[in-house]
């Protein structure tokens, strides 16, 4: 019988077992996923610690460069998303200025990651998080976009604080191994999700369409349009190269993929963007200038204090507490999937000096918001420069410093559409699909909690979501087996934390 841990899963072998295909893109060691380590060679290879984990400079340029492909996408995403949604007193971010701060706030909190916690790990705009602010905080609860902002500071804050105090790291500590490996399996089926939905390869049905199904193939289980033909090339292309262990294969995928787009955009001239026939977010063609000044004017627009007048403390109180149970699970997931994509963590499933990393991460909600850009967190899109042979801070130092060009640059990195990076979100979705080896399904306890945790991320979309429902379920299946001595302290206080996040609402309507 296998060894098994204080949770009672299977003992937890190396992690970079489970990403030898990740890394065989990149041409690393196929047994333990990174390349053999060697002598550092200067200053950057020191710092960085690049032969050590088994890495290269050119490696790392590389897959920094992969994942702002694959996080680009954020930059014509967010303003949608915040920059159109008017306030109650009519004013609106602008598409324009959010595109460029949400640029702005991306490059400085990627390097800074970079530069300080020396993972490959890029920033930006969170996802879900954008949507809470523009819809609940600003379109539901009335307040302005300064106010709204000013929470996602107060937000920051907090996180930063918790933190800096330890009790981030311990609740990641506390966390069984097998939740963990769970988080990392939910993650690689959320971000494969994302690819084929962003990419229009799978579409969301709309009521009209006397269906109860939610999303559907293609459009009408066909693929229609240029787009979707694609997405599809991308995958096979990102496919063969990453099966053949092709040194920096998903990188040369994106490329590719990205000039057969150009090419069919100038041969059909299908610059129809809907969502379901055309090209999604951005139309490759070559653009008409190459760059611009970026206007920043909303960077420092916030209020600190104004929800606490409009919305009364309470209510303004309950809402920052929406948002530091998202920040702070979101982005400790996202790190616990990348850590074991990339083989960093120890046996014990933690990334070393992990405070540091949860510091300046906490420090992206309050970048984000003092930039009005909506709270910065770690990306889960960042595993596609990870399977393309990421493992330091430098390529996280050469991501940003591409968003911070990619202000400047609006038009050209605009070419890149999203069908050409969806593709490595799906391959490297399946690349972590190898921690599923590590939970023990036969035992219920163990195994509905994992399984929660793994469908509710696509499911609900929300990484968040997924991690609190698992958390919840596993202690309440521990408690009922009568196994409540398996469950660390700090379990029962993010259990009941989820269980008052997941009725937010209906206790605001109580209090009300």
Partial sequence: MADRDNTGAPARPDPAAGTADAAGAAGTDSTTGTAPAGKPTGFLDRYFHISERGSTVGTEVRGGVVTFFAMAYIILLNPLIIGTVADHTGAELGVAAVAAVTAFAAGVMTVAFGIFAKYPFGIAAGLGINTLVAVTFVATEGLTWPEAMGLVVIDG?????????????????AIPASLKSAITVGIGLFIAFVGVVDSGFVTRNTDDMNTTVPVSFGVSGSIVSWSGVVFVIGLVLCGVLAARRIRGGLFFGIVGTTVIAVVIQAITGD?????????????????????????LSLIGNVDLVGAFTRVGVLSACLLIFTLVLSNFFDA???????GNQAGLTDKDGVL????TALIVEGAGAVVGGAASASSNTVFVDSAAGIGDGARTGLANVVTGVIFLLAMFLTPL???????????VLVIVGAMMMAQVKLIDFSDLTIGLPAFLTIVMMPFTYSIAN??????????????????????HPLMYLVAILFAVYFAIDPIKDALA
């Fill in 271 to 295: 610059a129809d963007d809907s969502a379901s026939t055309g090209w999604h977010m951005a139309v490759p063609k070559l653009p008409d200038s190459f760059g611009g000044i970026p206007d």
């Fill in 413 to 423: 990195y605009e070419v890149v559409p999203v069908e050409a990076a969806a593709p």
């Fill in 352 to 355: 070393p000096d992990m405070r």
């Fill in 157 to 173: 804050i907090i996180i930063v604080l918790l933190a800096v105090s330890g009790f981030r790291e311990a609740v990641f500590r």
């Fill in 466 to 487: 997924g991690i609190g429902i698992g958390f919840v379920a596993y202690v309440v299946l521990q408690l009922g087996t009568g196994k409540w001595r398996m469950i």
């Fill in 332 to 338: 400790m997931g996202t790190m616990t999937g990348l």
